[in-house]
C-alpha cells in the first residue's frame, strides 16, 4: 500500500529535492508526496485528502507556523503522524514540538539519508498503532455481539480471549431456563403497538438485568420469551443454585413490572419459569460468518417444557428434581411426579419458595397434604381443601384438590 507523505515548507528547492531522492519508492509505488507552502495551505490538503499517512513540518513558515499547523493536526479525530523539521540546535522548539504530540523531529540542512529513516521509522509505528486499532475495533464488535448473550464481565473476558474454542460447540453439563408471559399473543393484539413496545421493552429489559446480575448466557429472546442457560460457556460449578435465585429474582422482577403496568390500566400475565439440569450440547453454530450461540438437547427440551407446566399446575416456577438435587439448603415445595409430553418416565418436579413463603406454617401443612395424597389417604382431600380455604390464590393447591376430587390418586400427574 501506498504511503501518502504530505510536506509542509516554504523552500521553493524541497520539493524537486525530495522527489529526486526518493523517485524510486515513488516509481514503486510506495510513497506519494504531496506539498504545501505553509500551515494554511496543509490544513486544506488534509481537510480534502483523508489518506494522508504522516506530515513533515517545517516550523518557520508564513501565514501558520509548523507549530500551529502541529497543534491543529492533534486537535483534529484523524490526526496524522507528524515530523518537524527545525534549524539545527533550536531546541525549545523542539521540545515544543515534541509536547505537542510530534512524533519526531528532523534538523536543517536535512540530511536525506536521515530523513529515509525518519520515514520508515515513523510508518513502522504508524502501521503497528493502526493493526492495534484494527484489533482493538475487532474485540468492540466482537464484544458488542457477544454481549447479547453474555453478562458484560464475561463478554469483555470472551472478546479478549484468543482461543476461539470457548465458544466452539461442546458438550457440558447445564441448567436450562425458560419464561414465558401468560396470555401475552392476545394482549398484544388488544393494545397500540407502541404501548406493546414500551411495555416490551420495559419487560425485557428488567429481565435481562436480573439474568445478568445472576451470571447468566442470554442464549434467546423470542417475543417475551426468554431462553436463559447456566454453565456455560464458562464453568459454573453452582450453575443449579444460580438458576433457581435467577427464577426467584425474575419473579419478583417481573411481578414489580406487572404491578406497574396494572396501574396504568394493562393486565400483563404472569410471566411462567421452568429450570431443567443435565447435558446439553452448547456452542456458536452456523460458520465464520455467522455468530449464534445456542443450545441442544433433551436438557433444553425438558425445561421448556416444564415452563409450559406451569400453567396447568397453576405455579409460576417449575424445576426439575435433576435441579433441585444440586442446590444445597433448597428451599420449596413439590410439585408431583409430571408425565411430559415426549419422556417415558415421570419426572420429579419443585416449585422454588422463597424463604418467607418456605418457612411460613402453610408451607408445612402443604408438605403433610402432599404426603397423605401421595400415599392415596383419603384424609388428603381434607387437607387440600383446609390448605385452599387458608390460600384461595394457591393455583397448586386448587390443581391437586381438582385431581382428588376427580378421583386421581397418587402425585403422578400426566399433562400429555
Known amino acids: ?14 520539493e524537486s529535492l525530495i522527489t529526486q531522492r526518493f523517485r524510486r519508492q515513488v516509481r514503486a509505488g510506495e510513497f506519494s508526496f504531496r506539498f504545501a507552502a505553509d500551515g494554511v495551505a496543509a490544513l486544506s490538503m488534509l481537510a480534502e485528502d483523508a489518506a494522508i499517512d504522516m506530515v513533515l513540518t517545517d516550523i518557520n513558515m508564513p501565514r501558520m507556523d509548523g507549530l500551529t499547523l502541529l497543534q491543529q493536526i492533534q486537535a483534529r479525530a484523524d490526526s496524522r503522524a507528524t515530523v518537524i523539521i527545525s534549524a539545527y540546535g533550536d531546541m525549545s522548539n523542539i521540545r515544543t ?32 498503532l493502526r493493526s492495534l486499532q484494527q484489533r482493538q475495533q475487532e474485540a468492540e464488535r466482537a464484544r458488542s455481539q457477544l454481549a447479547r448473550y453474555f453478562s458484560p464481565a ?16 461442546q458438550r457440558r453439563e447445564v441448567t436450562a431456563l425458560f419464561t414465558d408471559i401468560a396470555g401475552f399473543t392476545t394482549l398484544a393484539e388488544g393494545l397500540p403497538p407502541a404501548e406493546i413496545a414500551e411495555l416490551l421493552n420495559e419487560y425485557l429489559v428488567a429481565l435481562t438485568e436480573v439474568v445478568f446480575a445472576q451470571g447468566g448466557t442470554l442464549i434467546k429472546i423470542i417475543g417475551d420469551a426468554l431462553h436463559v442457560l447456566f454453565g456455560a460457556p464458562a464453568d459454573q460449578p453452582d450453575h443449579a443454585a444460580r438458576a433457581v435465585a ?23 400475565g404472569v410471566t411462567r419459569i421452568g429450570l431443567h439440569s443435565g447435558p446439553a450440547l452448547v456452542g456458536s453454530f452456523g460458520g465464520s460468518g455467522f455468530f449464534d450461540y445456542t443450545a441442544y438437547g433433551d436438557t433444553i427440551n425438558t425445561a421448556s417444557r416444564l415452563e409450559g407446566a ?3 399446575l397453576g405455579t409460576r416456577i417449575c424445576a426439575s428434581a435433576a435441579v433441585v438435587a444440586q442446590v444445597p439448603g433448597f428451599l420449596g415445595r413439590p410439585v408431583g411426579r409430571l408425565r411430559l409430553r415426549g419422556r417415558s418416565e415421570p419426572l420429579e ?11 411460613a406454617p402453610l408451607a408445612a401443612a402443604y408438605a403433610e397434604a402432599f404426603r397423605l395424597a401421595d400415599a392415596a389417604d383419603a384424609a388428603a382431600v381434607g387437607a387440600f381443601a383446609a390448605l385452599l380455604g387458608q390460600a384461595r390464590d394457591d393455583g397448586l393447591i386448587s390443581f391437586h384438590l381438582r385431581r382428588l376430587l376427580d378421583g386421581q390418586q397418587g402425585m403422578t400427574v400426566d399433562l400429555g
Do not use: Y
Open 1 to 14: 500500500m501506498t504511503a501518502r507523505i504530505l510536506v509542509v515548507d516554504d523552500e521553493p528547492d524541497l
Open 97 to 128: 514540538a515534541m509536547n505537542r504530540g510530534a512524533f519526531d523531529f528532523l534538523t536543517k540542512p536535512i540530511d536525506f539519508d536521515d530523513l529515509a529513516a525518519t520515514i520508515a521509522k515513523t510508518l513502522r509505528s504508524l502501521e503497528r
Open 154 to 169: 464475561v463478554a469483555t473476558s470472551l472478546a479478549a480471549a484468543e482461543d476461539p474454542a470457548l465458544l466452539a460447540p
Open 246 to 268: 435467577c427464577a426467584l429474582a425474575l419473579d419478583a422482577r417481573a411481578e414489580a413490572v406487572r404491578a406497574a403496568w396494572a396501574a396504568r390500566g394493562v393486565a400483563l
Open 310 to 312: 406451569n400453567k396447568l
Open 349 to 359: 418436579a419443585f416449585e422454588p419458595l422463597t424463604e418467607t413463603r418456605a418457612t
